[in-house]
C-alpha cells in the first residue's frame, strides 16, 4: 500500500534542538512530520472525531448529518478495519463514491514480519518518507501485548538500549501511531466477521508504548493515538490496558495522566545520580529526586493502581543488594511494583546481563520489602524483538563496543 501521501519540509538539525539542553523545549513536536495538509485524498486515519466531521462538511456533509456520518464511518474503520469505503453498506452510494474521490484510509507498509521460536511476531512497517520503525506482539496465555514506537530512532541515547545508538529522525504522527495497532491487528485476524456472534477474546489486548523513542517527547501524537485506541465504538482498550513508557520527562508526566489517564512505567533502571546520569542521560536534566517527587501523584490523578519501575539488571553496574536497598528506599510511599528485566545483549553493547542467581536474591530483597518484583522472561531475542533491542533496518549502522563505552563513559 501507498503511504507516502504527506508533504515534507526540512527538519532542524538535532544539534539546534536538543532535549537535554534547559533551554530546549520539553516536547519534540516540532519535529513532527508532516507540517501540513497533503494535497490529493486525505487519510482517515489518526483524525479525531471532530477533525473527521469538520472535514466531512468541507467535503459537502449537510452539518446536521455529520456527526452521524462520523459515527458510521469510525465503525467501520476502527471496529470493522474496513479499508473499502465501497463496503461501508449503511452509507448511500453515491456518498461512499463522494469518499472514496476524497479520503483515503491507509496504514503503514509492512517491510518484513518475523516470528520467534516463542510466538513473538516483530514487523518492520515503513512510514512516510521511506522511514522504517519496528512493532512487536507478544502472545501470553491471559494476554496479548503489543509494543509500538512513537518515534523513528530516540533522542536518548541510553546506554543499555540498541535503539538510542540511533539517532532520533523524527517522530511518529498520530496515524503513524495508530496505524501500527491496525497493522497488528490485520495480521492477527482480530476485526470481528459483520453477523458473528460476539467474541470477547482479545488476542491484541495490552499496548505498550515501549517501543522506539521517548512517548512524552511527542506527547500530542501520543495521547491523541491513544484516544482513538481508547474510543468504545471502536478498538476499544480500556485505559488499563494501556501503558506508557518514559525515561522520566518531569514535565510531562502530570499531564499525562490528566489527559491519557493510562497506565505509568519508568525506566528508572539506577539507584544513585551518578549510575543513572550514565545509564539514562536524561536524568542529568530531571534527576532521581526531582523524578519521584513528579510520581507520588501520579496514580490519584490518574485513578491508576501503581507505577511499574523498569530495573534492567546488568552485571556489576547495578545489582547489587545496596542497589536493591536503595531502590526500596527511594520508592518509599510510591504504590509500586518492580519490573526486573534481563538485559538483552546486543551486538555491540557494553554491559553483560546480570547472573540468574543475582537476578533472583535482587528480587528476593525487593519481595521481602513488600513489593512486587516479578522477572520479565525475555521474549523474542533469536529476531532481535526482546525489550531494548529494537532499531530500525535501514538507520542501523553499528557501533563497536569501544566506540559506545567511550561514548558513555563506562
Request: hydrophobic share 40%; charged share 25%; glycine share 6%.
Amino acid at each position: 500500500m501507498e503511504t507516502a501521501f504527506f508533504s515534507y519540509m526540512p527538519v532542524k538539525p538535532l544539534s539546534e534542538s536538543n532535549p537535554m539542553d534547559a533551554k530546549a523545549p520539553i516536547t519534540q513536536d516540532v519535529l513532527t512530520i508532516p507540517r501540513k495538509l497533503p494535497d490529493g485524498p486525505r487519510n482517515l486515519i489518526g483524525l479525531s472525531r471532530d477533525q473527521i466531521r469538520d472535514a466531512l462538511i468541507v467535503a459537502g456533509t449537510p452539518e446536521k448529518q455529520a456527526k452521524m456520518r462520523v459515527g458510521q464511518i469510525w465503525q467501520w474503520i476502527y471496529h470493522w478495519g474496513v479499508r473499502d469505503f465501497a463496503l461501508m453498506t449503511n452509507l448511500a452510494k453515491d456518498y461512499r463514491a463522494m469518499l472514496a474521490d476524497t479520503f483515503v484510509i491507509a496504514l503503514p507498509e509492512v517491510v518484513t514480519r518475523q516470528v520467534s521460536d516463542d510466538g513473538t511476531r516483530k514487523y518492520l512497517v515503513r512510514i512516510a518518507g521511506g522511514h522504517e520503525v519496528e512493532v512487536v506482539y507478544i502472545p501470553e496465555t491471559d494476554r496479548g501485548t503489543l509494543c509500538i514506537s512513537s518515534q523513528v530512532g530516540c533522542t536518548l541515547t541510553c546506554s543499555f538500549c540498541h535503539t538510542g545508538t540511533q539517532k532520533l529522525v523524527r517522530n511518529l504522527t498520530t496515524a503513524e501511531i495508530v496505524g501500527q495497532i491496525m497493522v497488528a491487528r490485520d495480521d492477527l485476524g482480530e476485526w470481528p466477521e459483520q453477523g458473528a456472534p460476539k467474541d470477547e477474546t482479545r488476542l491484541l489486548s495490552n499496548i505498550v508504548l515501549m517501543g522506539m523513542g521517548e512517548p512524552l517527547y511527542n506527547f500530542e501524537n501520543v495521547r491523541d493515538a491513544m484516544k482513538i485506541a481508547m474510543d468504545p465504538e471502536g478498538i476499544s482498550l480500556s485505559r488499563r490496558r494501556i501503558t506508557l513508557s518514559t525515561s522520566g520527562v518531569v514535565p510531562e508526566i502530570a499531564r499525562t495522566a490528566q489527559e491519557i489517564g493510562c497506565q505509568l512505567a519508568i525506566s528508572f533502571h539506577a539507584t544513585t545520580d551518578e549510575v543513572r546520569d550514565r545509564l539514562v542521560p536524561i536524568n542529568k536534566r530531571w534527576p532521581i529526586a526531582e523524578l519521584l517527587d513528579a510520581l507520588r501523584d501520579y496514580p490519584k490523578v490518574s485513578n491508576s493502581e501503581r507505577i511499574t519501575f523498569e530495573y534492567v539488571m546488568l552485571d556489576g553496574v547495578n545489582d547489587s543488594d545496596e542497589d536493591a536497598q536503595r531502590l526500596i528506599n527511594l520508592i518509599k510511599g510510591i504504590p509500586a511494583k518492580i519490573n526486573l528485566i534481563p538485559f538483552n545483549e546486543w551486538p555491540g553493547a557494553p554491559y553483560k546481563r546480570s547472573s540468574n542467581n543475582r537476578i533472583r536474591k535482587f528480587a528476593d530483597i525487593i519481595y521481602k520489602a513488600g513489593y512486587a518484583s516479578p522477572i520479565r522472561t525475555p521474549r523474542g531475542e533469536d529476531i532481535m524483538a526482546a525489550c531494548g533491542q529494537l532499531k530500525s533496518a535501514t538507520e542501523r549502522a553499528r557501533k563497536s563496543k569501544a566506540q559506545i563505552a567511550q561514548e558513555t563513559g563506562l
